[in-house]
């Protein structure tokens, strides 16, 4: 038989079939290549590295890796809320809805979350939107939450946490090309979930900057001139909005909010207000205020027209419950073919994890008044939020004791985000100075730290990004090493 003509794709190496790889790094999707995540960069990576060289007995000048670079509470030891753990238990395991030591109100709440899942099971899919009875206390709590302003439990979709929430209106935004690619506003600094989204959508990112000395508030001229200077290349549509903020921890006030909507109703952008942290206010004379609760206040001529989605999560707040992605997202004035779009799209997915539609129905639906888990609720979310408070005050004082630190006030959130002054000397011996401080710092005291540079920051200065969330002592030794190693920085570069 005539031999067959060999692929040009295959070669025979030492006796072995061989073939090019269909995937490489010049044949992947470009966009991707262009993501980048600060939060668990290099320095989160080679903080692992450390802490398996440590469990390896190899010798450090630290004995463990303190990780202060993400706002995950309860890796931070952060106490979970008894409540919800005991009614995602019973949903979990049915069979303890018979145990006498749960409480009766946990056992009725378990067995209404049950009884709105298919064959009374937490393992079954739900509607796409959400678990319908969860979407209805979600709109009741945003009542309460807002004054009595109007919620509909069809304007709420249900979330893998808030991230999933915003990465999909951001699908639903972008098109055109060139001059007519859609560009979103982000603040900076910002939350790099947002650039790394818009980076893999292939969106232009139109960047605001937050007034450092005016403790990080939004200004409208700043809003402008990002705009205008945007509008050249590419077609601005939505403006984003953190508060309270991260990594920034500022909370901003009622008048900024005012003049943020009045802003985007004037240029036709569409809202995205990212309130995540919404229980997470410290700092005496402020307040959280919702979008949604300033924009009806403002009247119709903006509550009817202007374009608003609002996020929030379980992961935040007093709960800190990030394993279980739960989170939702409520669309305000939304076209109605647009809206049939977005139901398709999230139906793709199936339907957020059922266990975290669980807990968010208890995060807007908590122990009542008279109800048997009451008074222990209230007394260890006030203990939670209490706590955060305290440590967001010493985080402050701390920081500011430094000689070349300084930090504007923690509002809000989980998050401080000082401005260090990086010694010329280091500035000419890295390629990212701020990058090169962190790493120093972690390899000569395990502290794990995420440089300004992630979040992005104006030219010529520095910072870097620390959660709050590590217990009061251990949060006291982290912030004394970070004293010892900031002086001993400056003086080996000085």
């Not at 409540?83 to 018979?98: D, G, I, M, T």
């Amino acid at each position: 038989y005539p031999s067959k003509p060999r692929l040009q794709s295959k070669a025979v190496l030492n006796g072995v079939l061989s073939r090019a790889k269909v995937l490489t790094i010049d044949t992947m999707n470009p966009t991707v290549k262009k993501v980048e995540y600060a939060v668990r960069g290099p320095i989160v990576l080679r903080a692992v590295e450390l802490e398996r060289e440590l469990s390896e007995g190899m010798k450090k000048p630290f004995s463990e890796v303190i990780k202060a670079n993400i706002g995950d509470a309860h890796a931070m030891g952060q106490q979970p809320i008894t409540f919800f753990r005991q009614v995602l238990a019973l949903c979990s395991y049915p069979e303890l809805l018979n145990d006498s030591t749960f409480p009766e109100d946990a056992k009725s709440r378990a067995r209404r979350i049950l009884q709105s899942c298919g064959g009374n099971s937490m393992g079954s899919y739900t509607a796409s939107q959400g678990i319908d009875s969860v979407r209805q206390d979600v709109a009741r709590y945003i009542e309460r939450r807002d004054g009595g302003v109007p919620c509909d439990p069809d304007d709420i979709y249900l979330t893998t946490g808030a991230s999933d929430g915003i990465v999909t209106m951001l699908k639903l935004l972008v098109c055109g090309e060139g001059a007519t690619r859609t560009g979103v506003m982000i603040s900076i600094p910002q939350y790099p979930l947002y650039s790394a989204a818009l980076a893999e959508l292939g969106a232009v990112q139109i960047n605001y900057y937050l007034n450092e000395e005016k403790c990080w508030s939004m200004d409208i001229s700043e809003l402008q001139r990002a705009l205008d200077e945007a509008r050249r290349h590419c077609n601005p549509r939505a403006l984003c909005v953190i508060n309270p903020g991260n990594p920034t921890g500022q909370v901003q006030s009622r008048q900024c909010i005012e003049d943020v909507i009045r802003f985007a109703a004037n240029e036709r952008l569409l809202l995205m207000a990212d309130e995540v942290y919404q229980d997470n206010v410290y700092a005496e004379g402020c307040q959280f205020h919702s979008f949604k609760k300033v924009l009806f206040e403002m009247g119709p001529e903006y509550s009817d027209t202007v374009e608003l989605v609002s996020f929030h999560s379980t992961s935040k707040c007093y709960m800190g419950e990030c394993g279980f992605r739960g989170g939702y997202m409520e669309i305000i004035n939304m076209d109605d073919e647009v809206k049939a779009q977005l139901t398709k799209l999230v139906s793709v997915r199936l339907c957020p994890p059922v266990p975290g539609q669980a807990l968010m129905d208890l995060v807007v639906n908590p122990p009542q008044p008279g109800e048997p888990s009451h008074d222990n609720f209230i007394k260890e979310r006030t203990a939670t939020l209490s706590a955060l408070a305290e440590k967001a005050k010493l985080t402050e004082q701390v920081l500011n004791t430094i000689q070349g630190i300084s930090c504007n006030p923690v509002q809000g959130a989980m998050y401080s985000f000082p401005r260090i002054t990086i010694p010329e000397k280091a500035i000419q011996e890295a390629m990212e100075p701020d990058m090169f401080y962190c790493m120093k710092m972690l390899e000569e005291t395990g502290i794990c730290l995420v440089p300004g540079s992630g979040f992005g920051q104006t030219d010529g200065t520095y910072h870097f990004r620390m959660t709050i969330l590590p217990p009061t002592d251990k949060l006291t030794i982290l912030l004394n090493k970070v004293k010892e190693f900031h002086q001993k920085f400056t003086q080996q570069y000085s």
